[in-house]
């Protein structure tokens, strides 16, 4: 069981740096689900460490994908409060503001292409201003958590 839980928890903890969902969300999610199919697990077709990884993954993939059709609410939630856009711009790290400014710039030129293409354009912009691949990394998972931020509902635009 011990094991198991260590396995949700990196499992959960990849899906938040890559989804910027709250690591809790995501662990909520995957210990009801591992209640579910840990009945289902049967020794002879699978190691027990594989059968949940495959599993759990693929739920969490499934999850993630939902939790994003899900609609926003207007709920009222203690200590909660939406950021105008322009003062969430302000308070963005330096170096996150300036990829936005690039992409926000010449938008036809990112919205035109698959992710991977306008990730390689911007790198290759990146690389031109001398950026170091350690901090053109760093950035761009700091700005995906800023984007997932937006999409979460947190900010007003």
């Given at each position: 069981?011990?094991?198991?839980?260590?396995?949700?928890?990196?499992?959960?903890?990849?899906?938040?740096?890559?989804?910027?969902?709250?690591?809790?969300?995501?662990?909520?999610?995957?210990?009801?689900?591992?209640?579910?199919?840990?009945?289902?697990?049967?020794?002879?077709?699978?190691?027990?460490?594989?059968?949940?990884?495959?599993?759990?993954?693929?739920?969490?993939?499934?999850?993630?994908?939902?939790?994003?059709?899900?609609?926003?609410?207007?709920?009222?939630?203690?200590?909660?409060?939406?950021?105008?856009?322009?003062?969430?711009?302000?308070?963005?790290?330096?170096?996150?503001?300036?990829?936005?400014?690039?992409?926000?710039?010449?938008p036809e030129e990112f919205n035109s292409v698959t992710p991977r293409t306008a990730r390689s354009k911007l790198t290759f912009i990146l690389r031109e201003?001398?950026?170091?691949?350690?901090?053109?990394?760093?950035?761009?998972?700091?700005?995906?958590?800023?984007?997932?931020?937006?999409?979460?509902?947190?900010?007003?635009?």
């Amino acid at each position: 069981m011990n094991e198991d839980i260590n396995l949700l928890r990196s499992l959960c903890w990849s899906f938040h740096h890559t989804t910027g969902i709250h690591f809790e969300d995501l662990l909520d999610a995957a210990l009801d689900k591992y209640y579910e199919v840990i009945e289902e697990y049967d020794p002879k077709r699978a190691k027990r460490s594989t059968y949940l990884f495959m599993v759990m993954k693929s739920f969490l993939i499934w999850w993630t994908q939902r939790r994003r059709e899900w609609p926003v609410t207007d709920i009222d939630i203690v200590g909660y409060t939406k950021t105008p856009f322009y003062e969430y711009f302000t308070q963005i790290d330096k170096d996150v503001r300036e990829v936005f400014d690039i992409v926000l710039s010449s938008p036809e030129e990112f919205n035109s292409v698959t992710p991977r293409t306008a990730r390689s354009k911007l790198t290759f912009i990146l690389r031109e201003k001398e950026w170091t691949w350690k901090r053109i990394e760093n950035v761009l998972k700091k700005a995906r958590m800023y984007v997932n931020q937006v999409d979460e509902g947190g900010i007003i635009l």
